[in-house]
C-alpha cells in the first residue's frame, strides 16, 4: 500500500517513478565503487542523527545489516560485529554523530576512516549518497502488484512474439531444407540414369572379380588356420608320456584346452610345456583322482594353453 501511495502521488504531481530500491542496497553499490574493498571485503558504516546503519560487503554484495544507535554509544557492539568481519572500515553519514563514532573506534584501534573518493557534500548526505547511485543498484527493487502484473504481462506477450518468430523461422528453414534436398536427389537421380548403361556393363565384370577373390580368402584363411592345429595336434601327441591319454582337445581362437587320464597328471603339465607351440600352460580345473573299476588309479586333469603363431605363419597372413 506505501508503494502504490508514492505511485499515485507521484503521479498525481505528473511525476513517474522508475523504480523504488532500498537505501541499504544504494548505500552496497557506492560503497563497491569507492574500490577501498581488500580480499575480505568491507564494512560501511551509515551514521544518521538518530541511528547508524552497519553493511557488511562481501564480494561486492550486500551480505549482512545491522543497526545501532547514533554517534559513539554502541561502538563497543560495532568493534564486536566488525572484529568478526573484517575489511576496510568507511564511514558516511552526519558530521558531528559521524566525527564522535569515527574518534570512539580509531580510539579502540580500529582502522576506521573516509573515503576519499566522493565528495563531501555525498559524505555528510546518506539519503544523497544513495540517490547517486540508485541507477546502479536497479536489484532488488520494490514494485507494486499492478506494476508486477504489468511486467507479466510484458514478459507473456515478449514471449508470445518470440515464440511466433521461432515457429514462422523453423517452419521457413524446414521447408527450405526440403527444397533443396528434394532437388539434390533429382539431379542425383538424373546423373545415376546416365551413368546405368555404363556401370551395368562394370558391375557385372565386378562381380565376378569379387566373388573369385572372396573364395580365394576363405581358402588362404582355411589353410592358415587349419595348419597351426595340426601342428599343435602333432606335438602334444610327441610329448604326451606313454601312460597318458586325452578325452579332449579344443582350440579356440589362440587358445587350447587339453583333458586327460593320467597315472600322474603332473608329468603330463611338465610335457606339454615342452610342446613348442604352446605357451602360458596351466591347470584350468583341480586335478581329480579317479578310479577304474579295475582298481586302476588316474588323476584327471584340464589344461589351458595359449597357441604361438610361428614366424612363417605371421609371413604368410601378411602377405
Excluded: C
Amino acid at each position: 500500500r506505501l508503494l502504490q501511495t508514492l505511485h499515485d502521488s507521484a503521479r498525481t504531481a505528473g511525476w513517474h517513478i522508475d523504480v523504488i530500491v532500498p537505501a541499504v542496497v544504494a548505500w552496497s553499490e557506492a560503497a563497491r565503487k569507492f574500490g577501498e574493498q581488500n580480499s575480505t571485503g568491507a564494512t560501511l558504516l551509515v551514521v544518521h542523527d538518530s541511528h547508524t546503519d552497519l553493511l557488511r560487503i562481501e564480494h561486492d554484495q550486500l551480505a549482512a545489516v545491522r543497526r545501532f544507535r547514533s554517534g559513539q554509544t554502541d561502538s563497543a557492539e560495532i568493534e564486536k560485529e566488525y572484529t568478526s568481519f573484517g575489511g576496510a572500515l568507511l564511514l558516511v553519514g552526519a558530521a558531528e554523530p559521524r566525527a564522535a563514532l569515527e574518534h570512539a573506534l580509531q580510539a579502540r584501534g580500529l582502522p576506521a576512516r573516509v573515503p576519499t573518493v566522493i565528495d563531501r557534500e555525498l559524505v555528510a548526505a546518506p539519503d544523497a549518497l544513495a540517490a547517486a547511485h540508485v541507477h546502479a543498484a536497479l536489484t532488488p527493487a520494490l514494485v507494486t502488484d499492478a506494476m508486477r502484473a504489468m511486467r507479466a504481462r510484458t514478459i507473456r506477450a515478449l514471449s508470445t512474439r518470440l515464440f511466433v518468430a521461432a515457429a514462422a523461422l523453423v517452419l521457413i528453414g524446414g521447408s527450405l531444407q526440403l527444397w533443396g534436398t528434394r532437388r539434390e536427389l533429382d539431379a542425383v537421380r538424373a546423373e545415376r540414369e546416365a551413368l546405368r548403361p555404363q556401370l551395368s556393363a562394370t558391375l557385372v565384370g565386378r562381380t565376378t572379380v569379387e566373388t573369385a577373390f572372396r573364395q580365394l580368402a576363405v581358402l588362404v584363411a582355411a589353410e592358415r588356420d587349419a595348419a597351426p592345429w595340426s601342428t599343435v595336434i602333432g606335438g602334444v601327441s610327441d610329448q604326451l608320456p606313454p601312460e597318458a591319454h586325452l578325452t579332449g582337445f579344443r582350440g579356440r581362437a589362440d587358445t587350447v584346452g587339453i583333458d586327460g587320464l593320467a597315472m600322474y597328471a603332473a608329468r603330463v603339465f611338465d610335457s606339454i610345456e615342452q610342446v613348442p607351440q604352446l605357451s602360458g600352460v596351466h591347470a584350468s580345473a583341480p586335478v581329480r583322482r579317479e578310479t577304474t573299476p579295475e582298481g586302476e588309479a588316474f588323476e584327471r586333469f584340464q589344461i589351458t594353453a595359449l597357441l604361438k603363431r610361428a614366424p612363417a605363419d605371421s609371413a604368410g597372413a601378411k602377405r
